[in-house]
């Protein structure tokens, strides 16, 4: 099992920056392929961007291409996904999910695997 605590949501202004991080623990956490899941109320949950457990794939949905950068340390068991520019439409709750040696492609259009409890992130315009 891989239990996964996001952190560093909150209330930023449009054109602002924030910075996810997701704490991993479990067994064979750097075999996980890790990424990010939003749900903005009233929407359903929708992709972010994933990095391959190998740590040399990442993928990112088509919205927050060029402003979000997804990253991973296997030596620290976390991942991190950068925010910038942020606009309104990204507010949301982020979630933190691993799935087992999985592609990218795969990974996000699947939804099994573990999730974190979810951060809230607020852009006022």
């Known amino acids: 099992q891989v239990q996964l605590v996001e952190s560093g949501g909150g209330l930023v202004q449009a054109g602002g920056s924030l910075r996810l991080s997701c704490a991993a623990s479990g067994q064979f956490v750097s075999s996980y392929t890790m990424g990010w899941f939003r749900q903005a109320p009233g929407k359903e949950r929708e992709f972010v961007a994933v990095v391959r457990w190998s740590g040399g794939v990442t993928n990112y949905a088509d919205s927050v291409k060029g402003r979000f950068t997804i990253s991973r340390d296997n030596a620290k068991n976390t991942v991190s996904l950068q925010m910038n520019s942020l606009q309104p439409e990204d507010t949301a709750v982020y979630y933190c999910?691993?799935?087992?040696?999985?592609?990218?492609?795969?990974?996000?259009?699947?939804?099994?695997?573990?999730w974190g409890q979810g951060a809230q992130v607020t852009v006022s315009s």
């Open positions: 999910r691993a799935r087992y040696l999985t592609e990218t492609a795969l990974f996000a259009r699947s939804s099994d695997g573990y």
